[in-house]
């Protein structure tokens, strides 16, 4: 495993990127930053990281086959081996809130952000980005933020953590194509307000209650609303309301 340590860079995603195209690198290659000024989430959303204190990380996945394993099982693969890290380091009961966010204690402790990039001969390469707050402990103007040291008072070492997480991602990763019934099994017993009701906005700004019921193997989530009906949403359609 190959890690590539920064003080200080925009995006550790963006840096893999660019490195990915101007050499060959072994796969599972990650990096890791002290600091990013340009950090992103879901659908452009920022991410915010005090120096030196959380864990920024990216991990370059190399030629999956995209007839065997979607980019679907994918995003819930690198979900499971967040979780999974935690599950091994420190907190047995972190949830995933769809799409990406890693929760506990009802907080968002981290997110991850994957980027596929398709190539002609059917396989594809994914960059991994994985924040999580570990050591911060300020987190003025977001209240539903929190983190590992914040919830546990357990201290732990950034590098540790990015190793960690790249042994879980490959364990998960591993397990595909063969059984991805097991994968979503897992991802879905792990879903975070799953069989309870919860208040969401549409993109027209509705607001409404449902009940979450699962994650579909095509991404979607799926809610059971006042009908009495399954309905099916993209990352795009809805957010959940804290």
Not at 30 to 46: I, S, Y
Not at 121 to 146: H, K, M, V
Not at 184 to 191: A, I, P, T
Request: aromatic share 8%.
């Amino acid at each position: 495993m190959t890690i590539i340590k920064l003080d200080a860079i925009d995006s550790t995603n963006d840096y893999l990127k660019q490195l990915s195209k101007e050499k060959v690198l072994e796969n599972y290659t990650t990096v890791m930053a002290n600091e990013q000024t340009g950090g992103k989430g879901q659908m452009g959303a920022k991410w915010h990281s005090e120096r030196s204190k959380n864990l920024l990380m990216s991990v370059l996945i190399k030629d999956l086959p995209l007839d065997l394993i979607s980019v679907f099982d994918l995003n819930a693969a690198v979900a499971l081996a967040a979780v999974n890290t935690l599950s091994m380091s420190c907190y047995p009961k972190g949830k995933i809130k769809w799409p990406n966010d890693i929760m506990a204690e009802n907080k968002k402790v981290g997110g991850i952000l994957v980027e596929n990039s398709f190539k002609p001969n059917g396989t594809f390469n994914a960059i991994i980005g994985f924040g999580l707050n570990l050591n911060q402990t300020n987190f003025e103007n977001l209240p539903n933020a929190s983190s590992i040291i914040s919830i546990t008072g357990k201290k732990l070492d950034p590098e540790a953590m990015a190793k960690l997480y790249v042994k879980m991602l490959k364990n998960q990763i591993l397990l595909l194509p063969e059984k991805t019934n097991h994968l979503w099994s897992g991802y879905n017993s792990l879903l975070y307000k799953r069989a309870k009701a919860v208040a969401f906005e549409d993109n027209n700004g509705n607001r409404f209650m449902a009940i979450v019921k699962k994650v579909t193997t095509d991404g979607k989530l799926a809610l059971l609303q006042n009908d009495d009906k399954m309905h099916q949403y993209e990352v795009k359609e809805i957010k959940m309301l804290f």
